[in-house]
């Protein structure tokens, strides 16, 4: 019975988030239902609206529920209502979305793992939707990646070409199903088509030699289990792209992936079926299992165990493998089928971005794949896997892409107009910020990758267009790096000369770095900043990389950084270790016996760079970049000369650094009290005469870089703790692509907190380039 006409009210309830395509309408609609409550739901561009007429008491409960107790995979950042004029309507109902009005304000889900519920449906031979590849509901499945416009509705996903079937169509539209308006929905009779195409590397995905799902006696999975047991590598379609696949305990295969794929030394993930399979091969605690189970499910960085059967190939010389939960229907099909690991790589060649459209794939994969276990459903927005480490039981990102993009961060910051943050050159990622109620959204994107690769910077572009467009943001600010050939820098100056309306403003990369790591801690500062990685621009026009600030989110002063040194020839010296090495070895006067005979004829032309810089007859580039003090130690030690991808020698040398020593290299303790002084020089070339020294006595490298890995931390700690002593600080901050080394990040913190210093670090992005455009979007607002 409804209530009298005296008692009733009606509200207009706005809800904004990640609101749509998550189920929220039928939880809406179920929830009126159980408070007799009339009106409707509906959703629009800026999120969902529902007008709901009944008791003060049952609204009231209807607020509640929206705030406390949304669904699962709904992150609401604003429920507001207004009282309006009562109806006397009976019932409730859903009504049509509507695309006119706002700009769009919606939040769009991230990609979401299978669900248990679906997942037992996929299992269960009685069911209509057993063995189906494509199963999905409102708490599961793809999401971003097949988005083309909002308001998220089927017709603007890649599925609107796939006409549901009358019983998928029923589920849809029946409130009460697990299915009602959820986008991706279908089942075999209706959804997408599933096929192997058999071949040498060589295939194309739209050859004629095919097994496809549906034709009788067909069994594409079955097929490609029997192609990975026999050891072929196939290339298979997921959510934001296609993996390369191959038996992880196969090392022909791997190595012949590793090969094709021209991945010489990076370790591979591991694809495995459940918790079980994944402590056979790591050390899982809670923490880093409830990641891997979670519904981003992520790759995440675990400790090996020994005496595991992978091949040598998958991670060789790695104390850590990335493992990862299957996350696709296909995938948990094709382990079913196994019953093995997998490795599961990026389906591209190494510095490429993942091939995502099937015509791509068939061209670029070709000569890596002897095999496609491919479907028909397109992917609009390629999306590599996340990867993550726990590290005291939080999420440490490493790479922030599939399962997290594009749902925003909160700040709590005042941004008065949109920014676009262009970020990177290397790992790089943009950002869009826009006001929001209380604060800012930034929208940081999916993985990019590196800009130097001509696909990458069109996915780059493509990227910046369709995130604008979905979320109805015109930046009025563009935010970029201050390094001048820094392709991210060029793409932003030159859009801004197109449209004056776009404002560039530059922002120092390590400012960057650091208010990044503020924003996502709430803190506009002022703290100690430490920042450490490959290379930044500084505002005078040299390479920093070891730099300790005082800095804010609207500025920042430089008080301290590593001794300079000269980087003999240029960026051949990222590709060469031994150059750094040459340079510190000259700095500090010091002699390794045999360096110069192995690096071979190599050695004089270096020589005769830095005699002709010393003279003036030449001006070398100069760092202060840790990460290049990182690479000189370890071609020092002779762990590598020369590197195959970024990071690559200083990740070896932490690998081999023995656990066991607890006292780094010892060095002096220049003063740093305030600032509006010359910035101090650190003198880290002690430890490099120190490393010279172990060397020549035959201190075994384990040790050497143990004792370098700790006194350089010590350093860092206490020239950290002289500053915010000096300028009462109480918090230090760290970023910068250095600290995804563990052992360097754990004894500095160690050091900061035993001083009494509050540490922050990240949590939300990653401390590496993929944050760069976060920093920048924040500094420029801020400013």
């Not at 796939?162 to 589920?171: D, K, V, Y």
Request: proline letters at 7%; glycine letters at 10%; one cysteine or more.
């Amino acid at each position: 019975m409804s209530a009298g006409p005296a008692t009733v009210r009606r509200r207009a309830v706005r809800v904004t988030g990640i609101v749509q395509g998550v189920g929220f309408r039928p939880f809406v609609y179920t929830l009126a239902a159980q408070l007799h409550l009339a009106g409707f739901v509906g959703n629009d561009e800026r999120g969902v609206l529902i007008e709901a007429e009944g008791t003060p008491t049952a609204l009231d409960a209807l607020l509640a529920a929206l705030r406390d107790r949304p669904p699962p995979l709904a992150v609401v950042t604003g429920v507001d209502a207004v009282d309006v004029p009562a109806r006397g309507e009976s019932g409730f109902a859903i009504a049509p979305s509507t695309g006119a009005g706002a700009p769009a304000a919606t939040l769009i889900s991230p990609d979401t793992a299978t669900c248990a519920d679906c997942l037992a449906e996929m299992r269960d031979p009685a069911d209509r939707r057993y063995r189906h590849p494509f199963v999905t509901c409102t708490h599961c499945g793809p999401r971003f990646t097949i988005v083309t416009g909002v308001p998220y509705d089927r017709s603007a996903t890649t599925m609107a070409g796939f006409a549901m079937c009358a019983a998928c169509a029923a589920e849809y539209h029946d409130p009460a199903d697990r299915r009602f308006h959820a986008q991706p929905v279908c089942c075999p009779d209706c959804g997408p088509t599933l096929r192997f195409v058999e071949g040498t590397a060589g295939a194309r995905v739209d050859g004629a030699a095919s097994v496809v799902l549906g034709v009788p006696g067909a069994d594409p999975i079955g097929s490609a289990a029997d192609a990975l047991r026999a050891g072929a590598v196939v290339a298979v379609k997921g959510l934001g792209g296609y993996h390369l696949a191959a038996l992880a305990t196969d090392e022909s295969a791997v190595a012949a992936l590793r090969s094709r794929k021209h991945r010489e030394d990076r370790s591979f993930a591991v694809l495995v079926p459940d918790l079980a399979a994944a402590r056979r091969l790591c050390h899982v605690d809670d923490a880093e299992a409830a990641q891997l189970s979670s519904h981003r499910a992520p790759i995440v960085l675990l400790r090996r165990r020994t005496g595991t059967r992978l091949a040598p190939s998958v991670a060789p010389g790695d104390t850590h493998l990335g493992l990862l939960l299957p996350y696709t229907p296909i995938h948990h099909l094709l382990l079913d089928a196994l019953a093995a690991p997998i490795v599961l790589t990026s389906g591209n060649i190494s510095d490429e971005p993942i091939a995502h459209r099937d015509g791509d794939a068939s061209a670029r994969l070709a000569t890596i794949a002897d095999a496609f276990l491919t479907h028909d459903r397109p992917i609009r927005t390629r999306a590599d896997d996340s990867v993550l480490r726990v590290v005291r039981g939080r999420p440490y990102p490493v790479r922030r892409s599939r399962g997290y993009t594009p749902e925003p961060l909160r700040l709590a910051l005042d941004a008065p107009e949109p920014v676009l943050g262009a970020g990177a050159e290397l790992k790089n990622t943009f950002c869009l910020l826009r006001p929001a109620a209380g604060g800012a959204e930034a929208f940081v994107s999916h993985h990019i990758g590196d800009l130097a690769n001509a696909e990458t910077r069109r996915a780059y572009t493509d990227g910046i267009a369709h995130l604008r467009r979905i979320l109805d943001v015109e930046p009025a600010v563009l935010a970029h790096d201050l390094h001048p050939e820094y392709l991210s820098t060029k793409w932003a100056l030159d859009a801004a000369e197109a449209d004056p309306r776009l404002r560039p403003v530059g922002v120092q990369h390590h400012h960057a770095h650091l208010a990044g790591c503020l924003a996502e801690h709430g803190e506009p500062g002022p703290v100690i900043g430490v920042a450490c990685d490959g290379l930044g621009y500084g505002t005078d026009g040299t390479l920093w990389g070891g730099e300790i600030m005082d800095v804010a989110l609207d500025g920042f002063t430089r008080l301290a950084h590593l001794a300079p040194v000269p980087l003999p020839g240029g960026v051949s010296a990222i590709r060469e270790p031994w150059r750094t090495a040459a340079a510190w070895l000259r700095a500090t006067g010091e002699e390794l016996p045999g360096f110069a005979e192995r690096i071979g004829p190599d050695w004089g032309p270096v020589q005769r760079l830095l005699d002709s810089d010393a003279a003036g007859r030449m001006q070398l580039p100069v760092t202060t970049s840790a990460g290049r003090l990182f690479d000189a130690v370890a071609a020092l030690c002779g762990v590598r000369d020369r590197v195959t991808y970024e990071g690559q020698a200083a990740i070896e040398l932490e690998r081999v650094a023995d656990p066991d020593v607890c006292k780094g290299y010892p060095t002096s303790r220049p003063g740093i009290s305030a600032a509006g002084r010359d910035p101090v020089a650190l003198p880290v070339g002690e430890l490099v005469t120190a490393v010279a020294a172990d060397l020549r006595a035959d201190t075994p490298v384990p040790q050497v870089s143990a004792r370098f890995h700790l006194g350089l931390a010590g350093a860092l700690a206490a020239a950290a703790a002289d500053a915010a002593r000096g300028l009462g600080r109480d918090t230090v901050a760290l970023s910068g692509g250095v600290f995804a080394n563990m052992l360097l990040l754990e004894a500095l913190r160690t050091r900061l907190e035993d001083a009494g210093l509050r540490v922050l670090v990240h949590a939300r992005v990653p401390c590496n380039d993929g944050g760069v455009s976060l920093g920048q979007v924040v500094v420029a607002a801020a400013q």
